[in-house]
Nanobody, 124 residues
Framework: QVQLVESGGGLVQAGGSLRLSCAAS????????MGWFRQAPGKEREFVAT????????YYADSVKGRFTISRDNSKNTVYLQMNSLGPEDTAVYYC?????????????????WGQGTQVTVSS
């Protein structure tokens, strides 16, 4: 079993920045990809970004490309999401997710474990 715990959410003004963290624990962790998703009120959960095991490959949703950066520290089993130039449209609960295997995926169903989420609220 794997546990994922997100942190770093909060309230920020438009144009500001936040850094989310997601710590993984549990069974022996190796060769897994990580992703970030978000869900705004009344909307479906949507893909934000994903990163390969080595960190050498990343993929972003068009809506966050150039503003968000995903990274990871495998020595800490932690993945990060640096979010800059935030706008009210980024307000959502942000979830991290883990999938076994090397391929980068943007579909929810491809992920095996999910965190509980952390709220990000951007005021205008």
């Amino acid at each position: 079993q794997v546990q994922l715990v997100e942190s770093g959410g909060g309230l920020v003004q438009a144009g500001g920045s936040l850094r989310l963290s997601c710590a993984a624990s549990g069974r022996t962790l190796s060769s897994y990809t990580m992703g970030w998703f978000r869900q705004a009120p009344g909307k479906e959960r949507e893909f934000v970004a994903t990163i390969s095991w080595s960190g050498g490959s990343t993929y972003y949703a068009d809506s966050v490309k150039g503003r968000f950066t995903i990274s990871r520290d495998n020595s800490k089993n932690t993945v990060y999401l640096q979010m800059n130039s935030l706008g009210p449209e980024d307000t959502a609960v942000y979830y991290c997710a883990l999938r076994w295997g090397p391929l980068l995926q943007s579909a929810n169903k491809e992920y095996d474990y999910w965190g509980q989420g952390t709220q990000v609220t951007v005021s205008s």
